[in-house]
């Protein structure tokens, strides 16, 4: 990957690098379902993709940057959104 991510001592995610496709934008104020993110507690970026994946600290997956083979979208099959 040509990005990077991790979470500062106040739980706030930063994302830095290339940003070709959005993957370094961490979402900041609600998730998808309007759910607001207070903080996360996991962040990775993509090993050779342009998307990046955290799980916030009210334990939902949220993914973003591309989605060229649905990275962004519902996890597989008895994969749940919620992580706690």
Do not use: F, M, Y
């Amino acid at each position: 990957a040509t990005h990077t991510c991790a979470i500062d001592a106040s739980d706030a995610a930063h994302c830095w690098g290339e940003n070709s496709r959005g993957q370094i934008d961490v979402p900041t104020a609600s998730d998808a379902a309007g759910t607001p993110i207070t903080g996360w507690r996991a962040v990775a970026a993509s090993k050779g993709g342009c998307h990046s994946c955290g799980v916030t600290n009210e334990g939902d997956l949220l993914c973003w940057g591309c989605d060229d083979d649905g990275e962004l979208g519902p996890p597989p099959e008895g994969v749940g959104r919620r992580w706690g």
